[in-house]
Protein backbone atom coordinates (compact mmCIF):
# COMPACT_ATOMS: atom_id res chain seq x y z
CA UNK A 1 0.00 0.00 0.00
CA UNK A 2 1.97 3.31 -0.61
CA UNK A 3 2.15 5.16 2.21
CA UNK A 4 2.41 8.79 0.19
CA UNK A 5 -1.83 8.15 -0.98
CA UNK A 6 -2.64 6.69 2.69
CA UNK A 7 -3.73 8.23 5.61
CA UNK A 8 -5.76 6.53 8.04
CA UNK A 9 -8.21 9.12 9.56
CA UNK A 10 -11.20 8.58 11.37
CA UNK A 11 -13.70 7.61 8.40
CA UNK A 12 -17.48 8.73 9.25
CA UNK A 13 -19.78 5.59 8.57
CA UNK A 14 -21.20 6.09 5.52
CA UNK A 15 -21.56 3.06 3.36
CA UNK A 16 -20.21 3.63 -0.21
CA UNK A 17 -21.32 1.41 -3.28
CA UNK A 18 -19.45 0.43 -6.06
CA UNK A 19 -22.60 1.49 -8.53
CA UNK A 20 -21.53 5.48 -6.78
CA UNK A 21 -18.15 5.26 -7.76
CA UNK A 22 -16.41 6.43 -11.68
CA UNK A 23 -14.30 4.04 -13.14
CA UNK A 24 -11.27 6.52 -12.60
CA UNK A 25 -12.62 6.34 -8.26
CA UNK A 26 -12.85 2.26 -8.86
CA UNK A 27 -9.08 2.51 -10.15
CA UNK A 28 -7.54 5.14 -7.80
CA UNK A 29 -9.56 2.75 -4.82
CA UNK A 30 -7.91 -0.51 -5.98
CA UNK A 31 -4.51 0.82 -6.21
CA UNK A 32 -4.47 2.22 -2.47
CA UNK A 33 -6.54 -1.01 -1.60
CA UNK A 34 -5.11 -4.25 0.01
CA UNK A 35 -4.74 -5.63 -3.69
CA UNK A 36 -1.34 -7.22 -4.02
CA UNK A 37 0.91 -5.72 -6.60
CA UNK A 38 1.24 -8.72 -8.82
CA UNK A 39 -2.59 -9.57 -8.21
CA UNK A 40 -4.03 -11.86 -11.57
CA UNK A 41 -7.82 -11.98 -11.92
CA UNK A 42 -9.28 -15.43 -11.71
CA UNK A 43 -13.37 -15.86 -12.84
CA UNK A 44 -15.05 -15.84 -9.47
CA UNK A 45 -13.27 -12.37 -8.07
CA UNK A 46 -15.70 -9.88 -8.73
CA UNK A 47 -16.62 -9.99 -5.45
CA UNK A 48 -12.90 -10.04 -4.08
CA UNK A 49 -12.22 -6.73 -6.13
CA UNK A 50 -15.17 -5.21 -5.26
CA UNK A 51 -14.29 -5.17 -1.47
CA UNK A 52 -11.38 -4.02 -2.57
CA UNK A 53 -12.60 -1.05 -4.21
CA UNK A 54 -14.84 -0.47 -1.35
CA UNK A 55 -11.86 -0.74 0.88
CA UNK A 56 -10.04 1.70 -0.77
CA UNK A 57 -12.39 4.01 -1.01
CA UNK A 58 -13.29 4.07 2.68
CA UNK A 59 -9.48 4.81 3.23
CA UNK A 60 -9.19 7.68 1.24
CA UNK A 61 -13.03 9.07 2.06
CA UNK A 62 -14.92 10.23 -0.69
CA UNK A 63 -13.47 14.02 -1.06
CA UNK A 64 -10.39 12.61 -1.79
CA UNK A 65 -11.49 9.67 -3.68
CA UNK A 66 -13.12 12.31 -5.99
CA UNK A 67 -10.35 15.31 -6.70
CA UNK A 68 -7.41 12.12 -7.04
CA UNK A 69 -9.60 10.24 -9.52
CA UNK A 70 -10.77 13.73 -11.30
CA UNK A 71 -6.69 14.41 -11.37
CA UNK A 72 -5.56 10.72 -12.69
CA UNK A 73 -8.36 11.38 -15.53
CA UNK A 74 -6.81 14.75 -16.28
CA UNK A 75 -3.09 13.53 -16.26
CA UNK A 76 -4.57 10.61 -18.79
CA UNK A 77 -6.37 12.75 -21.08
CA UNK A 78 -3.30 15.26 -21.23
CA UNK A 79 -0.63 12.26 -22.08
CA UNK A 80 -2.93 10.92 -24.41
CA UNK A 81 -3.16 14.24 -26.20
CA UNK A 82 0.67 14.45 -25.64
CA UNK A 83 0.37 17.57 -23.45
CA UNK A 84 0.60 17.26 -20.48
CA UNK A 85 2.50 19.71 -18.19
CA UNK A 86 5.71 18.96 -16.30
CA UNK A 87 3.73 19.95 -13.28
CA UNK A 88 1.32 17.40 -14.20
CA UNK A 89 3.98 14.52 -14.75
CA UNK A 90 5.47 15.40 -11.18
CA UNK A 91 2.37 15.42 -9.54
CA UNK A 92 0.58 12.77 -10.94
CA UNK A 93 4.31 10.78 -10.26
CA UNK A 94 4.53 11.11 -7.03
CA UNK A 95 0.23 10.60 -6.23
CA UNK A 96 0.75 7.17 -8.37
CA UNK A 97 4.72 5.91 -7.90
CA UNK A 98 3.90 2.43 -8.99
CA UNK A 99 3.22 2.64 -12.52
CA UNK A 100 2.50 -0.70 -13.32
CA UNK A 101 0.02 -1.34 -9.57
CA UNK A 102 -1.96 1.61 -11.55
CA UNK A 103 -1.90 0.27 -14.87
CA UNK A 104 -3.22 -3.26 -13.25
CA UNK A 105 -6.02 -1.13 -11.20
CA UNK A 106 -7.19 0.27 -13.93
CA UNK A 107 -7.46 -2.55 -16.01
CA UNK A 108 -9.17 -4.19 -13.18
CA UNK A 109 -11.36 -1.25 -12.76
CA UNK A 110 -12.66 -1.69 -16.47
CA UNK A 111 -13.35 -5.42 -16.08
CA UNK A 112 -15.56 -4.72 -12.97
CA UNK A 113 -17.50 -1.72 -14.86
CA UNK A 114 -18.01 -3.82 -17.47
CA UNK A 115 -20.30 -5.92 -15.33
CA UNK A 116 -21.25 -3.30 -12.77
CA UNK A 117 -23.62 -0.40 -13.63
CA UNK A 118 -22.72 2.93 -13.03
CA UNK A 119 -25.00 6.05 -11.49
CA UNK A 120 -25.64 8.84 -13.35
CA UNK A 121 -23.50 10.88 -10.68
CA UNK A 122 -21.04 8.80 -10.84
CA UNK A 123 -21.13 8.65 -14.70
CA UNK A 124 -21.04 12.94 -14.77
CA UNK A 125 -18.38 13.03 -12.12
CA UNK A 126 -16.04 10.25 -14.76
CA UNK A 127 -16.43 13.48 -17.61
CA UNK A 128 -15.48 16.03 -15.76
CA UNK A 129 -11.36 15.64 -15.20
CA UNK A 130 -9.15 18.04 -13.48
CA UNK A 131 -6.03 19.36 -14.06
CA UNK A 132 -2.69 20.21 -11.84
CA UNK A 133 -1.69 23.38 -12.59
CA UNK A 134 -4.83 24.33 -14.77
CA UNK A 135 -6.04 23.19 -18.28
CA UNK A 136 -2.72 22.60 -20.43
CA UNK A 137 -5.20 22.66 -23.49
CA UNK A 138 -7.18 25.95 -22.59
CA UNK A 139 -5.35 27.07 -19.39
CA UNK A 140 -8.60 27.29 -17.80
CA UNK A 141 -10.24 29.20 -19.77
CA UNK A 142 -12.97 26.52 -20.75
CA UNK A 143 -12.13 27.46 -24.91
CA UNK A 144 -9.39 27.81 -27.08
CA UNK A 145 -9.23 29.44 -31.12
CA UNK A 146 -9.26 26.98 -33.90
CA UNK A 147 -9.56 27.23 -37.52
CA UNK A 148 -11.36 24.77 -39.56
CA UNK A 149 -13.37 24.71 -42.60
CA UNK A 150 -16.66 24.32 -42.87
CA UNK A 151 -18.36 21.36 -44.90
CA UNK A 152 -18.86 22.80 -48.89
CA UNK A 153 -16.71 26.11 -48.10
CA UNK A 154 -13.37 26.78 -49.87
CA UNK A 155 -11.96 29.39 -47.31
CA UNK A 156 -10.89 28.82 -43.29
CA UNK A 157 -12.92 30.16 -40.50
CA UNK A 158 -11.71 30.46 -36.90
CA UNK A 159 -13.01 31.37 -34.18
CA UNK A 160 -13.32 30.28 -30.39
CA UNK A 161 -14.74 26.75 -29.98
CA UNK A 162 -15.13 24.68 -26.77
CA UNK A 163 -11.87 23.35 -24.89
CA UNK A 164 -11.61 19.74 -26.53
CA UNK A 165 -10.06 18.43 -22.93
CA UNK A 166 -12.35 20.30 -20.59
CA UNK A 167 -15.83 20.75 -22.60
CA UNK A 168 -18.39 22.32 -20.72
CA UNK A 169 -20.27 25.99 -20.60
CA UNK A 170 -19.03 26.40 -16.81
CA UNK A 171 -15.44 25.20 -16.24
CA UNK A 172 -15.02 23.86 -13.21
CA UNK A 173 -11.22 23.15 -13.45
CA UNK A 174 -8.84 24.87 -11.10
CA UNK A 175 -5.15 24.35 -10.03
CA UNK A 176 -5.38 21.92 -7.06
CA UNK A 177 -3.22 21.11 -4.71
CA UNK A 178 -1.39 17.95 -4.48
CA UNK A 179 -3.27 15.93 -2.18
CA UNK A 180 -0.66 13.31 -1.61
ZN1 LIG B 1 -9.30 23.17 -21.31
Keep these: ?14 SIALEDLSNAERSVALYVSDMPDRYRYRRGDDALLESWIIQGAT ?3 LERLYRLAALLSGYQLAWMEKCASTVQEQAHAQRFPKTARLDRAGRMASLVSLNTPMSEAARARGLRPQFDGGCPTCEGSG ?3 ERWIA ?4 WEEEGY ?9 VNPVRCVAVAA
Excluded: E, F, N
Excluded at 1 to 14: G, K, R
Excluded at 151 to 154: E, H, K, S, T, V
Excluded at 161 to 169: D, I, N, S, T, V
Design 1 to 14: MPATLVTLHCVPSV
Design 151 to 154: PGCD
Design 143 to 145: QVW
Design 59 to 61: LLG
Design 161 to 169: QPCPMCPGP
